[in-house]
């Protein structure tokens, strides 16, 4: 299984999103807009062994697979002392498919996930020994784990049950270890603090809008993330693991048993906080990834636990039998899926396909070097960071690539290349109808329209673009905040009659026959705006 997530991340085109790490890799930020600094870590470690391929961008995730089996493999091993358990801890992510194949495709949570694992793993020691010292690796783990991925502090409720609940809470609560940890934790995550305090406290605020997003209630959205639930984890998988985790939690509050308590909460309140959202927003692909490894630590220890605790045979039975049933199910429409994506060649999904969307970029990339030559530009610019970012990596320096707009996301990063800008035309590619913005308005650019290029996989148009070329003006790499090109929700923040511009413009493209609905080719990708409509989405 782990060469075959080696050939589909080596096989496969880059997502925008991964390509818009990569160009974090790049830089020396101490941390960035959207995220902690730790996945561009993870991706210049795997591109300083293979390069700037596509294998090298996502290496580190197909190590971070291991290293969570691996330490998923301990957790029960100490618990249960059961090979048969171990082995179902260690096949039970072969069967899902974010962790067998998706995994490969690399993401923040890519890098969440082993160090919350481990952190999982350095107190599941501490119950083992009594040894308060493993309260130091839990804090450095935490610390990791908040590095790569804000959404780490929703497994604080677990570790406070696992201290506060059992009889030993005031063994801890006395001891300097704890909190201890805490200072680790933190001085670990300086970084990002650091930063932040640098940059008005821009990625806090960036995630706040998220959190506190205020949308209708939607049954379509609560649907979504269920049925991304089912197909990531898998149809049979995820109902075993949530009745393992169940009987855990029974099990861990009426015993005030700490792993028990601690792997149960770590899936429990996540969960149930995603679910809550899930009502009123569109819940990314990834976002709940990180509590499913404590889910199937607690199914393969629940499963060793229920004879030992004289349940009737036919449960025991009836459990190992769907445990059995949901790996096997669950690694076929694995491979299946790899086969799809690698070997066949037909696109079943159409312009919905989670893959496919995001593929056809060289399209794109030959058509702009083409009007490079033709007119004369030497850079690009672009108004969305997933054309930014694949431009940037299929062209990788040889050309500066400029996102005009929205430069908060890229504080702290080097010069392109003015001294090719500045004075010189350039080239503007935009995915329509984003080449539109009303923003223009505000520059002195010339804009000459030159051609339009369709961006198809396996034969269906997934996108459009607009090449125009640009003159008489040069991009500001730092306006001041409270300029249009400096937000990174430029539309959010318009006055209501832009608003209103912009969508007129759109529907008359679209009632002339433009390409309709061009949205929805990302559904099932985590879009950072989860939720929120083309309108916002084309800002960020």
């Known amino acids: ?83 048969r358990a171990v082995v179902f801890a260690l096949l039970m992510p072969e069967a899902a498919l974010y962790y067998g194949l998706l995994m490969a495709k690399v993401a923040p949570d890519t890098a969440l996930i082993p160090f919350a694992v481990a952190m ?70 300086s970084p990002v603090l650091i930063w932040n305090d640098q940059h008005d406290w821009a990625s806090f605020r960036f995630q706040l809008v998220r959190a506190t997003a205020a949308n209708s209630p939607s049954f379509r959205t609560l649907g979504e993330f269920l049925g991304l639930q089912f197909g990531l984890v898998g149809f049979v998988l995820l109902p075993v693991v949530i009745s393992g985790v169940a009987l855990t939690a029974w099990r861990g509050w009426r015993n005030r048993e700490p792993v028990a308590l601690l792997l149960s909460t770590a ?11 899930s009502l009123t927003l ?57 086969l799809y994506y690698v070997v066949a060649p037909w696109n079943f999904i159409g312009r919905t396909d989670p ?12 058509h702009a070097r083409n009007q490079l030559k033709k007119t004369g530009a030497t850079w690009i610019a672009t108004t969305d960071y997933r054309t930014y970012a694949m431009l940037r990596w299929h062209f990788n320096g040889h050309v500066p690539v400029i996102q005009i707009n929205e430069r908060g996301r890229f504080q702290g990063f080097r010069d392109p290349g003015m001294d090719w800008v500045r004075g010189h035309p350039g080239l503007y590619v935009a995915r329509e109808p984003d080449n539109t913005l009303p923003f223009w308005n505000e520059t002195t650019a010339v804009r000459t329209p030159l051609e339009r290029v ?16 640009l003159e008489r003006w040069t991009p500001e790499l730092a306006p001041p905040p409270d300029s249009p090109f400096f937000r990174w929700r430029v539309l959010a923040a318009m006055q209501p009659a832009r ?30 705006g989860a939720g929120v409509d083309r309108r916002t989405r084309a800002a960020g």
Do not use: C
């Open 1 to 83: 299984m782990t060469v075959m997530r080696m050939v589909y991340a080596g096989v496969l085109d880059l997502r925008t999103d991964e390509a818009y790490y990569w160009t974090w890799s790049k830089e020396s930020a101490l941390s960035f807009l959207d995220h902690p600094p730790m996945i561009a870590w993870f991706i210049r470690f795997g591109t300083a062994i293979f390069g700037d391929t596509a294998l090298g961008v996502r290496f580190a995730g197909i190590v971070a697979m291991l290293v969570t089996q691996l330490l998923l493999a301990d957790i029960v091993r100490r618990v249960t002392n059961d090979f």
């Open 454 to 469: 369709e961006r198809s996989w396996r034969g269906v148009v997934m996108d459009s673009y607009a090449l125009e070329k």
């Open 499 to 528: 608003i209103a511009m912009v969508t007129l413009g759109r529907d008359k493209r679209r009632a002339q026959g433009q390409e309709e609905n061009a949205g929805d080719n990302h559904a099932g990708s985590d879009r950072g």
């Open 282 to 338: 569109r819940v990314g692909d990834t976002w709940p990834m990180f509590l499913w490894p404590a889910g199937f630590a607690a199914t393969a220890i629940n499963a060793t636990m229920l004879s030992r605790e004289k349940f009737p045979e036919w449960v025991v039975t009836s459990t190992f039998r769907w445990m059995r049933i949901a790996i096997v199910t669950g690694i076929v429409f694995v491979v299946g899926v790899f």
């Open 120 to 189: 999982l793993w350095s107190l599941v020691r501490l119950n083992e020994s009594g040894d308060g010292r493993w309260w130091l690796a839990a804090g450095l783990f935490a610390g990791l784990a908040l590095l790569s991925k804000f959404t780490a502090i929703m497994l604080l409720p677990a570790v406070a049950a696992f201290m506060l609940v059992p009889d030993w809470r005031g063994r801890w609560l006395r001891s300097p270890y704890p909190w201890a940890a805490v200072l680790i934790a933190t001085a670990v995550f």
């Open 267 to 277: 899936v429990i309140v996540p969960f149930g906080y995603f679910l809550w959202k």
């Open 355 to 366: 893959v496919g969307g995001e593929a056809g970029y060289e399209q794109v990339v030959a």
